[in-house]
């Protein structure tokens, strides 16, 4: 199959589990935009010459999104996690670059071919009848998708109390050529505990939100970046699976959030905005992970889609 053969099909099979909901994006439908500031810290330079880690401060649009390719989500149904969060930066010379991460630290599998085999099977188990078959088959033999499946996925207090993963691996260089590969890590500065099952199914469709629009009612919220670097053995072309913590982290810097963008402008805001994990700029490249490049050209192609009446 051509690769852009293989891309239409990842979108189809998203709109075959979650359906078509013209104008939103095919999954992450429920979103909301946030704009605020991203202020470098002193390492970020030594890791990357890239112009936004360089200690003046770059505005940021932020969105935080719930999994599901169903705009109307509740934030407390499990098919609400994992959560997004996407930041654009907005750089001096007009050119921006963007990072996209998720709340789960791995993702089901490190290809697009094998995430096709397994949206495939979610879509046959949720087709009507069902075939439960076909998911099966892959999940025996993809023990990380079956992690991914299986492992509890707690509904969050607040977006902004939660860590987010980048996954897919980056090199970092520097003004001295110097190269370090990395993934990113977005985390609060002090973690909140997350719900139970109980209190999720109770609250609100939109508490996430609500949380997020009182939160900023009562001063700017924070975020810290990090990359995670790369440790001998660790994984790089396989973003399903972790990396140990207990390696070098760079604190890049701190995300200040300042304002919702206004109720008027959110829908067409989002519906313009193409968040890309592809979308880098001088001092920050793919690596050998094949997903970052096929990430890209599948965010294009399903802005595209999004986009047609
Ligand atoms: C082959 C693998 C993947 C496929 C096919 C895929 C597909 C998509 C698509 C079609 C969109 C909507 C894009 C748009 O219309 O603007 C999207 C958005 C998103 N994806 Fe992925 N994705 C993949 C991997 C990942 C990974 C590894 C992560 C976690 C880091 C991730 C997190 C997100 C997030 C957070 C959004 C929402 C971005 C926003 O707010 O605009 N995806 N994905």
Same mark, same amino acid.
């Given at each position: 199959?051509?690769?852009?053969?293989?891309?239409?099909? @990842?979108?189809?099979?998203l709109?075959?589990?979650?359906?078509?909901h013209?104008?939103?994006?095919?999954t992450?439908?429920?979103?909301m935009l946030?704009s605020?500031?991203?202020?470098?810290?002193?390492?970020?330079?030594?890791?990357s010459?890239?112009?936004?880690?360089?200690?003046q401060?770059?505005?940021?649009?932020?969105?935080?999104?719930?999994?599901?390719?169903v705009?109307?989500?509740?934030?407390g149904?499990p098919?609400?996690?994992p959560?997004?969060?996407?930041?654009?930066?907005?750089?001096?010379?007009?050119?921006?670059?963007?990072?996209?991460?998720?709340?789960?630290?791995g993702?089901?599998?490190?290809?697009?071919?094998?995430?096709?085999?397994?949206?495939?099977?979610i879509?046959?188990n949720?087709?009507?009848?069902?075939?439960?078959l076909?998911?099966?088959t892959? @999940?025996?033999?993809?023990?990380?998708?079956?992690?991914?499946?299986?492992?509890?996925?707690p509904?969050?207090?607040?977006?902004?109390?939660?860590?987010?993963?980048?996954?897919n691996?980056?090199?970092?260089?520097?003004r001295?050529?110097?190269?370090?590969?990395?993934?990113?890590?977005?985390?609060?500065?002090?973690?909140?505990p997350?719900?139970?099952?109980?209190?999720?199914v109770?609250?609100?469709?939109?508490?996430l939100?609500?949380e997020?629009?009182?939160?900023?009612?009562?001063?700017?919220?924070?975020?810290?970046?990090?990359?995670?670097?790369?440790?001998p053995?660790?994984?790089?072309?396989?973003?399903?699976?972790?990396?140990?913590r207990?390696?070098?982290?760079?604190?890049l810097?701190?995300?200040?959030?300042?304002?919702?963008?206004?109720?008027?402008?959110?829908?067409?805001?989002?519906?313009r @905005?193409?968040?890309?994990?592809?979308?880098l700029?001088?001092?920050?490249?793919?690596s050998?992970d094949?997903?970052?490049?096929?990430?890209?050209?599948?965010?294009?192609?399903?802005?595209?889609?999004?986009?047609?009446?």
């Open positions: 199959m051509s690769k852009d053969r293989l891309y239409d099909a @990842l979108l189809d099979a709109t075959a589990t979650f359906g078509h013209p104008g939103f994006r095919a992450h439908a429920k979103g946030l605020g500031t991203f202020m470098a810290s002193p390492p970020a330079p030594v890791l010459r890239a112009a936004h880690l360089q200690g401060p770059v505005p940021v649009l932020l969105r935080f999104s719930n999994f599901s390719g705009p109307a989500t509740e934030d149904d098919m609400a996690s959560h997004g969060l996407a930041i654009r930066f907005a750089l001096p010379d007009g050119e921006s670059t963007d990072i996209v991460t998720h709340s789960f630290d993702f089901p599998v490190a290809t697009p071919e094998d995430f096709l085999s397994f949206l495939q099977g879509a046959a949720v087709a009507t009848p069902p075939d439960p076909p998911l099966q892959f @999940l025996a033999s993809h023990p990380r998708a079956e992690h991914f499946l299986q492992t509890p996925k509904a969050p207090s607040s977006y902004a109390g939660i860590e987010y993963f980048g996954i691996a980056l090199v970092f260089t520097n001295q050529g110097e190269a370090h590969i990395g993934r990113y890590r977005i985390e609060p500065l002090r973690a909140e997350a719900l139970s099952e109980q209190q999720a109770a609250m609100p469709a939109d508490y939100q609500d997020i629009s009182a939160r900023l009612g009562r001063g700017a919220v924070k975020l810290r970046l990090v990359v995670q670097l790369a440790a053995g660790d994984a790089i072309e396989d973003g399903s699976i972790p990396w140990s207990s390696h070098d982290e760079v604190e810097g701190i995300l200040t959030l300042d304002a919702l963008v206004p109720a008027g402008e959110q829908q067409s805001a989002q519906q @905005l193409d968040f890309n994990p592809g979308r700029i001088d001092g920050i490249a793919p050998d094949p997903m970052i490049l096929a990430r890209e050209r599948i965010y294009q192609r399903a802005l595209l889609r999004r986009q047609q009446p």
